[in-house]
């Protein structure tokens, strides 16, 4: 609302056009109960242009669900790290949790980064903090960024750990799409 200055008015009046977020629609539903006093009409009914609806409790017409059978399953999907409360999260909200531990698969525990890490290019010259447990801190330093080698995608990037130099060739995902790979026979 804010960021797109709608007023209250406004949204009412529009609920039947807004690209609402999943999150807000299963709100609406009813997925996390009624809240007191109920859903405001017509907004309610307006946003969710007739789709079905929780009436009660909204865990009252699950199936059972067998936690040891859902976390071997999860363990079987995404790996050995999954624990009892990855199992409750997935219950709960099984293609959020799904998504996340796809990029947990992917990427690691990115929680233990900052957010500057994330969202902005990295700055040559500047020193990250990546604090991996307790009493164990590393400093980053990025030096250089090599040339893209046009036949593989990769290039290499040059940064400081600790003070020491270091050399990691990754590919760039920006040109990979480009480079034509061929695989080599298997010499066995």
């Known amino acids: 609302m804010v960021s797109n200055k709608l007023t209250k008015q406004d949204v009412i009046e529009n609920a039947d056009s807004l690209n609402l977020p999943t999150s807000v629609m299963q709100f609406l ?7 007191e006093g109920g859903f405001p009409e017509p907004f309610r009914s307006k946003a969710l242009k007739g789709a079905p609806v929780v009436k009660g409790r909204p865990g009252a017409t699950l199936e059972p669900l067998d936690l040891g059978t859902t976390k071997r ?12 409360r990855d199992v409750m999260s997935y219950a709960m ?3 959020v949790f799904e998504e996340y531990a796809a990029h947990y698969n992917k990427y690691g525990d990115v929680s233990i980064l900052s957010s500057d890490m994330i969202f902005e290019p990295v700055k040559i010259g500047r020193e ?4 991996k447990e307790k009493g164990k801190r590393f400093y980053i330093t990025p030096v250089a960024i090599g040339q893209v080698d046009p036949k593989t995608a990769e290039q290499d990037v040059f940064f400081e ?4 130099p270091k050399r990691l060739t990754v590919q760039n995902k920006s040109t ?3 480079v034509v ?3 080599k026979a298997n010499p066995a």
Not at 29 to 35: A, I, R, S, V
Not at 73 to 83: A, D, P, Q, V
Not at 128 to 131: F, T
């Open 93 to 95: 909200y099984p293609a």
């Open 73 to 84: 399953e999860l363990r079987e999907k995404f790996g050995s790290w999954i624990t009892d």
């Open 181 to 183: 790979t061929r695989q």
């Open 161 to 164: 750990l600790n003070g020491e």
């Open 128 to 131: 990250y903090i990546y604090d």
């Open 29 to 35: 539903q009813g997925y996390l109960g009624e809240p």
């Open 176 to 178: 990979a799409d480009k």
